[in-house]
């Protein structure tokens, strides 16, 4: 059964240029969270969904980041324009909520370099 | 305003010994805990969970304890193997608001040295 699967795994590109995150969930499960990890931050949750309803985006540090679910199985993250402080770990993962108790499964994430 | 926190960025244990990672919170309405490792270049994979009805959830070589009273979880590996050599994350959730959200602790980089 296949897992959360991001692309690109690195992007590397120059400051000002629009940035693209994907990610394809776990069929069947019902939530999806896009993280952030840094050094100085660790891993922190930028904004989740749940049925493609965008819940809380409150982690989501500026403007220039926005996050869409236009279905069950795909999500984006974009980041227009980007900055060299962009540069970071994206992480997606889903999870079936409304069960009890079930954890977040993640991708493997990509690494973005903001030149 | 940390509510979970790893207070040790780092854990050298000997194969075979006990691996004991630990992990505070602040806030009470916590009632769901997990434990994630990670490997370089790779998500963090789930590991053990434990939900705050219980002291204590086992699962081979893995166990997690939940002090309630002091607001303080750990995770033991016995006995530890360098394949366990990973960054362990400890998350915490209000299961019952039904969100799924997680707060993640910073990470606690373990090596075990064969």
């Known amino acids: 059964d296949a897992g959360v699967i991001q692309s690109p795994r690195h992007e590397v590109t120059e400051m000002g240029q629009e940035v693209t995150l994907r990610c394809k969930p776990i069929?069947?499960?019902?939530?999806l969270f896009w993280y952030r990890q840094t050094m100085m931050r660790g891993l922190e949750l930028l904004i989740y969904?749940?049925?493609?309803?965008?819940?809380?985006d409150s982690g989501m540090p500026e403007d220039r980041f926005s996050a869409k679910m236009p279905n069950a199985s795909f999500s984006t993250l974009k980041i227009q324009p980007s900055e060299p402080r962009d540069s970071a770990v994206y992480f997606c993962?889903?999870?079936?909520?409304?069960?009890?108790?079930?954890?977040?499964?993640f991708g493997d994430g990509t690494r973005l370099s903001i030149l | 305003d940390q509510q979970v926190k790893q207070n040790s960025p780092s854990l050298s244990v000997q194969e075979g010994r006990i691996s004991i990672l630990n992990c505070d919170y602040t806030?009470?309405?916590?009632?769901?805990f997990l434990w994630y490792k990670k490997y370089p270049a790779e998500g963090p994979t789930f590991l053990i969970s434990?939900?705050?009805?219980?002291d204590k959830n086992e699962d081979g070589r893995f166990t997690v304890f939940l002090n309630k009273s002091a607001k303080h979880l750990s995770l033991h590996i016995v006995p530890s193997q360098p394949g366990d050599s990973a960054v362990y994350f400890c998350?915490?959730?209000?299961?019952?608001?039904?969100?799924?959200?997680?707060?993640f602790g910073q990470g606690t980089t373990l090596q075990v040295k064969p």
């Open positions: 069929s069947g499960h019902n939530s």
């Open positions: 806030n009470s309405m916590f009632d769901y």
């Open positions: 969904f749940n049925n493609n309803v965008p819940i809380d």
């Open positions: 993962a889903s999870g079936l909520i409304g069960q009890g108790g079930q954890p977040q499964h």
């Open positions: 434990i939900s705050s009805i219980k």
């Open positions: 998350a915490a959730s209000v299961d019952r608001s039904n969100t799924g959200k997680l707060i």
